[in-house]
């Protein structure tokens, strides 16, 4: 029980549907109820979503679907009011939501660089700035960014997305710092490739698969459960004196 009493707001949620692919976000869900946390799941894709809050549910946890679009502020502010109205605190906030667009810089029009930074970068400052009053109420709380690899080391085949995804991980420092002194932490995790409803496509083509595959020292695809354990633990009381910092989980991608 390692979030024992502890709530949990995750955005980018909806894919957690037991036997189907899972997202970070969705495996994150499971394993925080497992470990006693109460979970909010938030997100776009209503149908998906509510049909993960039912299947927790129907495991006994005790989860809630709020909807929300992290680039509106206004909903931001509802739904942590919501969760506060519906489980009276909010200890964690995980800001996972995301989507990925594969463009060069030249490729990328103005509008996949304005969707990318904000549902990345804006997203990340909203929940963020949203969350820290009701963290400091509490005498503290874990923020944790997904970021990705992409927001340390450049590639051929993209450009907004790194631009955004390197916003998060130097938002949270600034987050960090800034939010010491109130006991708040966060910090950024940098996933490598992994499979998720977000690389679903990729994971069809053989070709490009085998492309990717071979750029990891481990020769696979991360699963959702990996990145979901460094969450996990980034969220528990285990990392109480880490803030800050970047947790990569690439299979050895970006040590090369
Ligand atoms: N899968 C990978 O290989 C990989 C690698 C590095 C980083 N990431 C990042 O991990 C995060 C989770 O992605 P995933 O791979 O688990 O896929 P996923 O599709 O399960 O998760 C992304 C979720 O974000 C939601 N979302 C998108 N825009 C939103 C918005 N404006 N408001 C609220 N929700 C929104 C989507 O509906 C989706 O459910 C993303 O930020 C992604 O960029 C993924």
Redo the contacts with the bound molecule.
């Keep these: 029980m390692r979030l024992k009493g502890k709530v949990a707001l995750i ?5 957690g549907i037991k036997g189907e ?7 994150s869900a499971w394993m925080f109820a497992r470990e006693g946390a109460k979970v909010v799941l ?4 209503e149908d ?2 509510r049909r993960s809050e039912t299947q927790l549910r129907e495991h006994g946890y005790d989860a809630l679907f709020i909807p ?5 502020e206004e909903q931001w502010k509802r739904a942590i009011a919501q969760t506060v109205k519906t489980y009276g605190k909010l200890n964690v906030l995980v ?6 667009y594969m463009n060069t810089v030249e490729q990328a029009t103005l509008d996949i660089w304005n969707h990318e930074m ?3 970068a804006k ?1 990340t400052f909203l929940g963020t700035k949203h969350a820290i009053p009701e963290m400091r109420k509490v005498g503290g709380g874990s923020i944790v960014n ?6 340390l080391v450049g590639s051929q085949t993209s450009a907004a ?1 790194h631009a955004a ?1 390197g916003a ?1 991980r130097i938002f949270t420092k600034a987050t960090a710092i800034q939010y010491a002194k109130d006991n708040i932490r966060a910090n950024s ?12 496509r990729l994971q069809e083509d053989p070709d490009k698969l085998a492309l990717y595959t071979a750029k990891v020292p481990m020769a696979r ?2 699963k ?1 459960e990996e ?1 979901a354990d460094g969450i996990l633990f980034l969220a528990s009381d285990e990392s109480s004196y880490i803030t800050g910092s970047e947790l990569v989980i ?1 299979g050895g991608m970006t040590a090369q």
Excluded: E
Aim: with cysteine; glycine share 16%; proline share 5%.
């Design positions: 955005t980018g949620a909806a894919a692919v899972m997202g970070f976000g969705g495996a938030c997100d776009i894709k998906l979503a929300l679009d992290v680039r509106d800001n996972n939501a995301g989507q990925g904000d549902v990345h997203g997904i970021s990705s690899i992409y927001g997305y995804k998060i995790i940098h996933p490598g490739f992994c499979i998720t409803p977000m690389t679903h695809w991360g959702p990145v690439d």
